[in-house]
């Protein structure tokens, strides 16, 4: 690992203002799982490292509104066993508790989870070229070993899938990340904070430099939300990353369905929300055959390689098996 410099920071803005008038080679660590990860395989080098953890970032604060403001610095473990929050967004909570192992959970942070990177071995190997480490050097993925990789949202730069479980379910929730920059505050959806590689596969995010995550806002609790359930599909029981996976959120009435989120893991760039799949369902019997065809829609435009086709049959038949067990009682 090389040599860095280390501080801690005083304050929010203080440790925006610090990295903004840094280097681009400066980085926030939190609980630092996957971040001295890459660090120790030289994947990042950076010159300087400031911790956030002691930040006042730590809370989870029900909002007047109704909804649920999450601190950056809380911990998944925290979080996921949350007894409120457990009861009014499932989802969430069985994402979190999907995810690594409880030592993982128990220092990983809400703001390093969204932020994590691909587990692509061309990614974590220096040896090997990867346009998302280093543009412009190539993807191997595409024609290597690309079991583990995107089938949809992905591009000719790069095929790499995000690995965070959680952030499957905030997209499905409808969460909001807060974010603290050298202009102010700003919020933004799941899909305004993640991008798809395009022609810019190192870029996973619209973080700009020294940009620092503060919170992710839940809206307030309802049917929908309560009404809401995480599946993961793994190579082994625990402690691996998806090979495929599923949040999903539903509502009847009268055997109809009145709104849906769904979000798939494992299968693209970012947590993948299905939007032609929930548009298709608004009205339609909650049927295993209603669930199917829009799930058939919303793949129509993936690009499997040989070796991860299998994702698409699989994700399609978990996201109709979670929604047919969500609507069970309501049938």
């Not at 583990?148 to 969460?175: E, F, K, N, Q, R």
Request: with cysteine.
């Amino acid at each position: 690992m090389k040599a860095f410099a280390y501080e801690r920071a005083a304050s929010p803005t203080q440790a925006v203002s610090d990295v903004v008038a840094a280097t681009e080679d400066t980085m926030y660590l939190g609980g630092g799982t996957n971040l001295v990860d890459l660090m120790r395989l030289g994947v990042y080098r950076p010159e300087r490292v400031i911790d956030i953890s002691d930040l006042p970032l730590q809370s989870i604060e029900r909002l007047p509104g109704g909804g649920v403001l999450i601190g950056a610095a809380v911990k998944n473990s925290d979080l996921g066993s949350d007894p409120e929050l457990r009861a009014q967004y499932p989802a969430l909570s069985q994402a979190l508790l999907a995810g690594a192992s409880g030592q993982i959970r128990n220092m990983a942070t809400v703001g390093g989870n969204l932020l994590q990177r691909t587990r692509c071995t061309y990614f974590q190997d220096v040896g090997k070229p990867c346009n998302k480490r280093e543009p412009g050097t190539g993807c191997p993925a595409r024609t290597g070993v690309n079991r583990d990789l995107a089938v949809i949202g992905h591009s000719h730069t790069c095929i790499a899938t995000h690995p965070s479980d959680m952030a499957v379910a905030l997209s499905a929730l409808d969460a909001t990340v807060h974010i603290l920059g050298i202009d102010g505050e700003r919020t933004a959806t799941l899909d305004e904070f993640y991008r798809l590689p395009g022609d810019v596969p190192n870029r996973d995010t619209t973080l700009r430099h020294g940009d620092l995550i503060t919170g992710v806002e839940l809206p307030p609790a309802s049917d929908l939300t309560a009404m809401s359930a995480y599946r993961k599909v793994r190579d082994r029981a625990s402690y691996a990353f998806a090979v495929g996976a599923v949040a999903a959120a539903v509502s009847i009435e009268d055997g109809s369905v009145s709104a849906v989120r769904l979000s798939f893991g494992a299968v693209a760039p970012r947590p993948w929300r299905a939007r032609l799949a929930e548009q298709d369902l608004i009205g339609k019997p909650a049927t295993a055959a209603a669930f199917k065809a829009a799930l058939d829609l919303e793949f129509t435009e993936a690009e499997p390689f040989e070796q991860n086709a299998f994702k698409v049959p699989l994700s399609r038949r978990i996201a109709v098996a979670t929604l047919l067990e969500l609507v069970g009682g309501h049938r």
